[in-house]
């Protein structure tokens, strides 16, 4: 939770559905094959050859500055080494990147949803309880719990504090690590759990639906009343303080995440983008309607909301409104907001995309997302080292050359746009 923005989801990497954080690029996905190019070491990381004992010595005294006790610290830390598994993750990222209907369709499985929606009976009473303190949708709480850990079966097996450490040691984010490592090490200092108990995955997520050790400290709940916050065996404690996060995060109680939607013949793709907002109304204005000619609900029509392209202009089209943000604060992937928006809707019987996604796009290697960066650099955008990201920046550099190009300008990355920068 709150990762910064290193490839990394909010709230870390979920052990079930591990997503590169392509914050709001509508294609972002994990269950790709993995490679094994390494990246450039960080600039500024500590002297390699300082021994791990050195380092833990020094990081002890900062540990017992933040609240830490000797005990707790001693107790956590004992035969701790750093584990080469979790540098090889952190330092590797994969070639591929899979398109948003290749993940979406893993996501939305018959399965998953079958298994949600007995799992929503089966929890009822909680789930009764849980909507009524905190207003959010037991839906969207299920289907975060279904994408994250598969309902609890797969929540990571390595021990949270060595991963921390590592990062925080040898790790490319070693800031996270060390605030993460803290933060650990006082969930075990208040007794919620102890160290062989905090499991999770290499990047420290934990529990049920993978919080982060420093978002478990500000947001997790002990919902069933038995003195412990516990994420991992307790369901209405993960249940609740997933609940608990979103609706601190600004969940809207009773209102949709978005519609599905098509655009008029030669809208401007521009305004489509998560920085833009008007209101339902004013999409309607400018010729934005809602698929098989069902009209907006008339309480929505003053409410915020972006049109999202989450395969550029060529793919379905959706409004997205305050709800769906809510989600992107919890795991910043529009993708991952999607698939949980559609698997809650799927749970209740709906959530069936109408558009055609654009299954001939190929999806571009991460060799060929630095050449498009570098093009656009080479074209004057100033993108900085190209780095195979298609984050904010790259995607407001593709609209600017779109636009000159007299090219749909939807910020959407694909090769045959980079042909066209070749050219």
Known sequence: ?????????????????????????GCADARVPESRTPMAPPVGRH???????????KFRVDALKAGVTAK???????????????????????????????????????????????????????????EKKYGVDRNVIVAIWGLESNFGDFMGSQHVVRS????????????????????????IQAGDVGPDGLLGSWAGAMGQTQFIPTTYLAHAVDFDGDGKRNIWTSRPDTLGSTAQYLNVSGWEPGATWGYEVKTPKGFDYAQADMSVKKS????????????KGIPFAKKDETA???????????????????????????????????AVSLLADRFRGRGEIVGNWPTDERPLTRAEREE??????????????????????????????????KLPADGYATSSLLDHLRR
């Open 280 to 291: 339902v109304a004013a999409w309607g204005k400018l010729g934005v309607k809602r698929v």
């Open 372 to 405: 498009l960066q570098s093009l656009l650099n080479d074209k004057g955008y100033d993108l900085g080292e190209p780095d195979g990201i298609i984050g904010f920046n790259t995607r407001k550099a593709i609209r600017s050359y779109q636009v000159s190009a």
């Open 72 to 130: 707790t610290f001693d107790r956590a830390m004992a035969g701790v080494t750093p584990d080469m598994d979790v540098v090889d993750s952190d330092q590797n990222q994969p070639e591929f990147v899979k398109p948003v209907w290749v993940y979406l369709n893993g996501a939305l499985s018959e399965k998953r949803v079958t298994r949600g929606q007995v799992l929503l009976k089966e929890n009822k009473s909680l789930l009764n309880a849980i």
């Open 47 to 57: 002297d390699v050859n300082e021994s791990f004992a050195a380092w833990l010595t």
């Open 304 to 338: 915020a909301a972006s049109l999202f392209l989450p395969a550029g202009h060529k793919g379905p089209a959706f409004l997205v409104m305050n709800n769906f943000r809510t989600v992107l604060a919890y795991n910043a992937s529009t993708s991952y907001a999607m």
């Open 164 to 187: 921390l450490a590592t990062l925080a040691y040898e790790g490319r984010r070693q800031s996270y690590g060390r605030t993460q490592l803290i933060a650990a090490l006082k969930i």
């Open 1 to 25: 939770m709150n990762i910064p923005p290193v490839r990394l989801p909010r709230h870390g990497l979920g052990a079930g559905v591990v997503i590169l954080s392509l914050a709001m690029s």
